[in-house]
């Protein structure tokens, strides 16, 4: 599995948190975002957002992990691409349950809000619950079938109510485009991991 990292500005002090909370998760893990020292223009949550839905399009990730200072503008953002299923994750509980009964393919974090003492060990507990067992078992185990039924409805309905991702990447407005395309590490990532044609 390929987990794509993607900080936003306000909350690129956090990221080698992050990173270093992931190190147990059995991946490989790209760090294309925003980073501490890291190159490039300031992302926000809108850039984010559209990364996320390009990695996953793409094929180059399989996950992605993001967030903003709350999580929900992150939550919003990627939510707006195809075949993008975000979950607003504060508690290991919240990444188990979003992990087994919704079985996404991205989390959004609260990097600022709430981030306090133990914030990393929190990180920590969160990701390892988020990739503890098979995603999209259900819970409880009674309500499985009816979990995975909405599960792809869900995924049919995204197909159905978006544009295609290079019709998006078209329409979308050079101001927003422009910084994510200009992101190096991200730009990098895409090119060598995606398998499938964006534009």
Known sequence: MRIAVINEFSARDKNPLILKALEPVEAEIFNVGMSESGPGPE?????????????LRSGAADFVVGGC???QGFTISAMQYPGVFCGLITSPLDAWLFSQINGGNCVSLALNKGFGWAGDINLRYIFEKLFLDPSGQGYPPARRESQ?????AISRISEIARRGMPEILKAI???????VMSHGPFVE???EYGGKTLW
């Not at 407005?173 to 910084?179: R, S, V």
């Open 173 to 179: 407005e050079p101001a927003i485009l422009k910084p």
């Open 43 to 55: 992302l926000t949550y809108v850039h984010t957002g559209l990364m996320a839905g390009m990695a």
């Open 189 to 191: 990532f895409i090119e």
């Open 148 to 152: 995975k039924i909405s599960r792809d």
């Open 69 to 71: 200072g709350t999580g």
